[in-house]
Each structure stands twice: as C-alpha cells, then as structure tokens.
C-alpha cells in the first residue's frame, strides 16, 4: 500500500479506498520518458482521471503517440488524456520539429473564422486520431500589453472580440473532429507583465474592464460550449485581492454563475510560480488543496514529474480531507466532473474518423494559406541570394519550450549559397556585420517585444546595414526598426509553415505554391 494512504480518513479502510481513489480522479498526472512508467500504470487502474503529455513524452512519431495513448485507454478506458497542441509556437505533437499547423496569431491576423474553424478541425482530426481526449488550447487571453513576455503570438489578438469570434472558432472546429477544447488562461493572461511560470503576475485592471475585455472571450467561448476552463496563476485584485485565480473561489463563483459554466474547471500546471511559489501558497501540495477548496475540480501538476511528486500532492489532497480542510463532497464533485467529461471522450473515440492522405494534404494547403495570409511586408525585399542569414537566439518562451525554429534549420533549401550565423544579445554586432561583408543580410528574430535588449541590437545592425531584411517570427512589436532600404516581414508565429512563407518571399515568390493571388500585405 502507498504511503499516502495512510492519510486519516473518516470510515476505515473501504472508505479510505474510496475517497483515494476520488483523489486520482481530480489529478491530471505526468511522468518522465515515452513510455508508461509502472507506478503510472497502476495509478490508472486506481482511477487516475488524466494524464496531460509532454514533448519529453512523445518521439515526434504520431505511431509512437498512438501506442501511448492506448496504452493508458487499455487500463482506464475513462482517462482524460491531454496535452498543450495550440498549433505554432506551443506544440508537444511536433515539439521535435515544429508545428504542422500555424498558431493563434496567425489565423487572428488573417482573420477568416471558417479558417480557424477549419485548422482547428484538421487539429482536432490528427489528435483524435492519436486518442488525445482533451486539448489545452485555444488560448483565450487578449494580448493587450505589449510587454507580455508569455502571451504573445498565442494570442488571437489585441481586441477582446476579435479573440472571441476567432476563439469560439477553435472551440467549435475541435469539436468538429470529435475532440473537448480546454479554454485559457481564465480570467486572462494578456494584461501582463510577468510570466506566471516564474512570477506572480498582477492583473492591475478595472472590474468593469475586466469584463469588458478579458471576460468576453471565455464567455463567448462557454457559450459555443467548451467542455473545459483552465485557470490563470494571475492575481486580479478588482476581483480578489488575496489569491491567484486558480485558488480562487470568487473567481471561479464568476465563472460558474456569471458565465454559466457547467464543465471541467482545471489548473494551470501547480509547479509554476505563480501559484506554489514563495509569493503564492509556497508549494505545489498546499496550492493543489487550495484549488480543490476554491472550486477547481482538475489539478494539471506540470511535467515530467516521478512517482514521488505526484503522490505527494495525493496524500496533500486525501490529508485534507481527513481533517476537514476539504470536504469530501467537494471532492466528489470535482472527481465527478471529470469522470463525466471522460466518459463522454470515451463515447467519442468509437466514433474517430481516419485522417487520409488528401484530408492531410488540404490541412496543409489551409495552414499555407493561413501562414501567407498572416505575413506581412514594411518596406522592399532586396535581392538575398547567396545571404548571410542570421538566427538572433534569445530565451525561450516557458510556454513553448524548445522547438526548431529558423530560416536554414527548417528550410535548409531557402537560400542557395547562404551562411547561417548564431547570435545572442551579447554577440557583437559589428563582428556579425563584419562576417556578413558586402553579402546581403537577412537577420531572424522571435518575439522582439519580450526583450530590449534584442531591439537594441537589432537597431544597430540596421542602422550599419539599411539594406538588412529583418525578419520578426513573432508577435509584432512596434518598436521593432524598419530597415530604411531593406524591409521588415512579420510572421505572427515561428512555425514551418510561416517560415516557409517567408522562404518563398525572398525567393520572389508573390504567392503560395499553387495559389495565383497576391503577395503579403505591404
């Protein structure tokens, strides 16, 4: 017997089995490595209720994937299996290559809901296929600061029903193919200035602001019918001065009586700062009982996690209950949500459909389409054969991860003659326009709203090289300089896909392969 069993538990040992396996039922676990680890195969016959993959977890291989997932079906067919497949920057499916899809910003920019409808069905298509139950994703916040330094092109935009009408799309093209859409950051992450991995960050806005614009989209998207509301590690003091609101009853009373929502209210992962750091409950065990206590019925831990860890917060939640913290009926109800939520994914995969090779092929050409629609072009494209391209490396984004990401590391053929070079923002930039010669300059960076540091550099490289093709793989910052005699092309996203538009660009492309329109927007 586990030593979290030996938690106090009113009733004896049948009650205590009980009330454990009611605690499994509200954890959305992890493990490390591709396959099942034992101590996670016996969790799931005791009644795990999710299991969320990572990258760590998964080869790149849908087969591998395959195989995974029904494993974990073969031994809880009940088991919400789940992972973060926004599409873009933030993939676990492609973490080894980048995504097949393109992300929110770029379906936000080029504005067709049937579009994002669409890819989000050819999404949900490919992870049903796989036996993925729940995608955390689409991302709901409104991109409102410019200093966020975790949103960014995850974001379906700066406008609160923009995001809606594009976020209600991704809702209803998931559940096209079958698939239970997990809508986040409730209330909103994107008036931030901090990231909630590693900070405690402050939502600063007026309540009637707040419902404005941050409430908007999570209530058009309960209402298009999302199964699942993740909760933000966010403080919002016009609402709740005293907790985050993934611990926060108030927040989550607004969520089910203002809102009207009625499904699965599940945590951002607990081991992130913002919840089980110094500056919140100050561990992951007594922020998981806090959640449940404040109405939360799914606790996402984090990833890549052992035995020991995950059992921890088991006996957290089953000591809570011995001594009355948290009562058992809420217990009950949370682990009833989530069975009810698994048993309606577990009716859906009789009814999977096969993704066939032209199904694949439209996917493609959609996100293409998607990706070209999005870019966008400030200034004129000089001539860049034979360029000096270089990939500016800057922190990655927690969300994200590490994922490939640039011009010759996912289109080796882009340009004939090319030099790739690696900089930070502590490279020199003379050294690196001196390596560069009278050679055209192509120079990519990612989310150059999130670092000074990167802008600074990148505004001496063009204020030495005019003629420097500056190329922004993220969310657009206005800061960002516009080289005088070169052009500046913003993708919204760093995925294959939008690269690939920006290959085609420099090649002298004026549209997609196959698609007779015209170039990116000037």
């Known amino acids: ?42 969790d799931l016959r005791d009644g795990l209720g999710s299991l969320c993959l990572f990258g760590s977890n998964l080869t790149g291989d849908d087969a591998q994937a395959t195989r995974l997932v029904r494993r974990v079906h073969e031994l809880a067919p009940g088991c919400l299996v789940a992972l973060d497949e926004e599409g873009g920057d933030v993939t676990r499916l492609d973490q080894h290559r980048g995504s097949r899809t393109v992300g929110a ?48 092109s995850r974001s379906f935009g700066a406008d609160a029903r923009h995001v809606a009408r594009h976020g209600t799309a991704a809702v209803r093209g998931l559940a096209d193919a079958g698939l239970a859409a997990c809508v986040k950051h409730f209330p909103g992450h994107g ?22 614009r941050e409430l908007l989209p999570f209530r058009a998207a309960v209402e298009a019918g999302a199964e699942a509301v993740m909760t933000a590690h966010v403080r919002v003091p016009a609402l709740d001065p005293d907790r985050p609101a993934s611990t926060s009853a108030v927040l989550t009373r607004l969520l089910r009586e203002e809102l009207g929502f009625q499904g699965v209210v599940v945590t951002d992962a607990l081991d992130m700062a913002g919840v089980s750091g110094p500056a919140a409950h100050g561990s992951v065990e007594a922020a998981a009982v806090a959640a449940l206590v404040a109405g939360a019925d799914l606790l996402c831990l984090g990833a890549d996690w052992s035995r020991d860890r995950v059992h921890a917060v088991l006996a957290a939640v089953l ?52 990706a070209w629609e999005a870019t966008s072009v400030s200034g004129r494209v000089p001539a860049v054969s034979g360029a000096v391209v270089v990939r ?18 996912l289109v080796p053929d882009a340009l004939p003659g090319a030099t790739g070079v690696d900089a930070d923002p502590g490279t020199d930039p003379g050294a690196v326009l001196a390596r560069a010669g009278g050679r055209a300059l192509v120079v990519l960076a990612r989310d150059t709203h999130r670092s000074p540091a990167v802008r600074a550099w990148l505004q001496r490289v063009v204020a030495e090289r005019p003629d420097t093709v500056l190329v922004d793989l993220g969310w657009p910052s206005l800061t960002t300089p516009v080289p005088p005699r070169g052009a500046l092309v913003r993708t919204r996203g760093a995925s294959p896909a939008s690269v690939r538009a920006v290959a085609d660009l420099l090649a ?3 549209a997609p392969p196959g698609d007779p329109g015209g170039a990116p927007g000037q």
């Open 392 to 409: 500016l490396l800057d922190r990655a984004n927690a969300a994200v991860g590490e994922v490939p990401w640039g011009l010759l590391e």
């Open 105 to 152: 910003a770029v379906l936000g920019e080029a504005d067709d809901v049937s579009l994002t409808r669409q890819v989000h069905a050819d999404l949900g298509a490919r992870l049903a296929a796989v036996g993925v139950d729940l995608d955390l994703a689409p991302v709901l916040d409104v991109s409102s600061s410019p200093d966020n330094p975790v949103i960014g």
């Open 319 to 370: 000591a809570a209950v011995g001594d009355g913290t948290l009562p058992q009926a809420r217990l009950a109800e949370a682990a009833s949500r989530v069975a009810r939520l698994g048993d309606a994914a577990r009716r859906r995969r009789a009814h999977v459909v096969t993704v066939t090779p032209q199904a694949q092929a439209a996917a493609a050409a959609r996100v293409t389409r998607a």
């Open 508 to 510: 002298g492309a004026e």
């Open 191 to 212: 008036d931030t200035s901090a990231d909630s991995h590693v900070a405690a960050p402050v939502v600063t806005a007026s309540a009637g602001l707040l419902h404005e």
């Open 1 to 42: 017997m586990d030593d979290d069993a030996h938690a106090q538990v009113p009733g004896g040992p049948e009650a205590g089995a009980a009330v454990r396996r009611l605690a499994l039922g509200v954890l959305m676990g992890c493990f490390e490595g591709p396959s099942l680890p034992g101590w996670v195969e016996q």
